[in-house]
């Protein structure tokens, strides 16, 4: 029998095996191509929506640690003022001029230190509005984000949940076909595919040019192609040239 088929000889065999990979993997891009940017844009989207949850919640931690300066700061004047009224008491019963100089010191200084207090519980006050105010835009803005998210998350589910089966079946087919290739080549093949925007490693000459990059691969080349001896890369683009297209193909 005259074997005209391509695995008609070990290199035949396996560009034959790597086509058939680059077939899986083409449908698999492709499944990904319309899943698209999305599975990042939710990723994109929850780290912004964690960002601004810390955001909050550092907030949160600073108001209540001005609300216990404020409680320090009441209690501060408070005390102040029970001693204002001690002394007022002890001015009342000074034996000399002296004395009662020394104590109307010791209110000056009460005084004094009320006054502190109420200007830093007023600071402290006026802070926390503007803590508070920068929460409720932070919440707001959270509460927009959450709605994307739940929006861009139930599109993502819809369409996995309509590819789902078949990018399993298709990851499972990939598993079979990489079996009959060696490492060397299966290496290649995935640095190509790395390398090259449409994914594209191997690829046919069709009408004197390569399938990938367009450019011209020359009649010699094409012969050597069609040879089947060795595997031929383009020297343009450095993708596997697996066979010439018929002509009209
Ligand atoms: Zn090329």
Known sequence: MISNTSADTPVASKLEALLNLQRIDSQL???RRVRG???EEVRDLEDEIAGYEVRVSKFDEEISGLNDQIKQRK???KDADGLIRKYEDQ???VRNNREYEAIAKEIELQKLEIQISEKKIKEAQYQIEQKNTEISGTKQRLEERRKDLDNKQSELQTIVGESEADEKKLMD???EA???IEERLLTAYTRIRGNVRNGLAVVP?????CGGCFNTVPPQRQADIMSHKKIIVCEHCG???ADVAARGE
């Open 173 to 175: 087919e990939r598993g």
């Open 75 to 77: 209690q501060n004047a």
């Open 37 to 39: 940017d999305l599975p």
């Open 91 to 93: 001015q009342q019963n």
């Open 29 to 31: 891009d492709e499944i």
């Open 239 to 241: 993708r596997i040239l």
């Open 205 to 209: 000459v069709k009408r004197d040019a």
């Open 178 to 180: 990489t079996q009959p």
